[in-house]
């Protein structure tokens, strides 16, 4: 049961739990000491805008939302090592305090200079001594607390609307963006905390989710499906091959949807219901699990360039999607925010995923989109992940 407390800041009067958000504008602080947005396209800009967006159409109002807090060292380990959580979970202001011991278990991780000027842990993934630390802890802290909520029963789905984003992030490897994988961090701690037997993590985001991938590999608790952009890995981080499907006991239970051939034409509604219809919700209703945590980056969606997705996913589909996957696991459903770059088009699609949590009903899939045929390299990317997991998954035989 929920232990007691008044954990959640805004107790509404009604009993019927409604959908849980979290957000802290610590996360705003993470950013570059070179200020550029242009050249560091994961900023503080984002969260702003979704939630200015959130609260100017009167959602945040409707939602509840949590206290949030950082992540403790414990529970960044479930998926980190000790070196790593101690490495990125401590300010460079607080270095001092820290037993740098622990440091030499970790390895080649050190920070780098960039050419514009600041500090990071690669150019991507940029590093700033006072703000990253805490900004990455308030980022687990805000995605396990929407987990554990939703679990219990306090609140009937919930988003993190975060940042820095988790996906990428190995238990030794922080990149692309990411520094802890929160997402990953939340499934630990609702097996380790409360038990729960099945969890399915669905990644949305344009790139592959190889962190998600490499912690739960060999783990047939958490099925782990990720449908991403591929290009035979040459679209960032390269992993994402739908021969990797698991090892050992979690043999079948990691599924690749790899979208291959570029952006001839680019992808869109089509293509992503088509992979619901024929791979995802089969899979993920034969699995059957107790909850489902979504990487819910918004990069596949239209207005991203060619470099940082490409794809046309229109909002209504990201809505659909999250109206789908509440179909299972009696809509336990929490969705955290991974990548989406593009600010009007990432907003409209948060928008659009907090209103089908709430129960709105969802805006309608263009009418073009509907009626029209999966280009011909989706469809062969399909047969070829079907292919694979058929002998995994009864529902996709013949
Ligand atoms: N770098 C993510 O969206 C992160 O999956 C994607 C990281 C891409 C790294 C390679 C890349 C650029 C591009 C343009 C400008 C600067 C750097 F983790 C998520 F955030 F979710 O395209
Ligand atoms: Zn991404």
């Not at 929920?2 to 996360?27: C, I, V």
């Amino acid at each position: 049961g929920a232990p007691g407390g008044p954990t959640l800041t805004k107790r509404r009067a009604s009993s019927t739990p409604t959908t849980g958000l979290a957000f802290d504008n610590q996360m705003l602080k993470h950013a570059c000491i070179c200020g550029n947005n242009a050249i560091h396209p994961e900023h503080a800009g984002r969260l702003q805008s979704i939630w200015a967006r959130l609260l100017e159409t009167g959602l945040v109002q409707r939602c509840d939302r949590l206290r949030p807090r950082k992540a403790t060292p414990q529970e960044l380990q479930t998926c980190h090592s000790e070196a790593h959580a101690l490495l990125y979970g401590t300010s460079s202001i607080n270095r001092h305090k820290m037993d740098m011991s622990k440091l030499s278990t970790l390895p080649v991780t050190t920070f780098v200079r960039l050419p514009c000027g600041g500090i990071g842990v690669d150019s991507d993934t940029t590093w700033n001594e006072i703000y990253t630390a805490p900004a990455a802890r308030v980022a687990v802290g805000c995605t396990v607390d929407l987990a554990c909520r939703t679990w219990t029963g306090d609140i009937r789905n919930g988003f993190a609307i975060v940042r820095p984003p988790g996906h990428h992030a190995e238990p030794e490897q922080a990149m692309g963006f990411c520094f802890f994988n929160s997402v990953a961090i939340a499934a630990r701690l609702l097996q380790t905390e409360h038990r729960v037997h099945k969890i399915l993590i669905f990644d949305w985001d344009v790139h592959h989710g190889n962190g998600t991938q490499q912690i739960f590999y060999d783990d047939p608790r958490v099925l782990v499906i990720s449908i991403h952009r591929h290009d035979d890995g040459n679209f960032f981080p390269g992993t994402g091959n739908p021969d990797e499907c698991g090892s050992g006991p979690g043999m079948g239970f990691n599924v690749n949807i790899a979208w291959s051939g570029g952006l001839n034409p680019p992808l869109g509604d089509a293509e992503y219901l088509a992979a619901f219809r024929s791979v995802v919700m089969p899979i993920a209703m034969e699995f059957s699990p107790d909850i489902v945590l979504v990487s819910a980056g918004f990069d596949a969606a239209e207005g991203h360039s060619a470099n940082l997705g490409g794809y046309r996913v229109s909002p209504a589909c990201f809505g659909y999607m999250t109206r789908q996957l509440m179909q299972i696991a009696r809509g336990r459903v929490v969705l955290a925010l991974e990548g989406g770059y593009d600010l009007p088009s990432i907003c409209d699609s948060a928008e659009e995923c907090v209103r089908v949590l709430l129960g709105d009903n969802p805006s309608l899939i263009s009418p073009t989109e509907l009626a029209r045929t999966p280009c011909t390299n989706a469809v062969a990317s399909l047969q070829k992940v079907i292919g694979i997991q058929t002998m995994h998954w009864h529902c996709l035989q013949e």
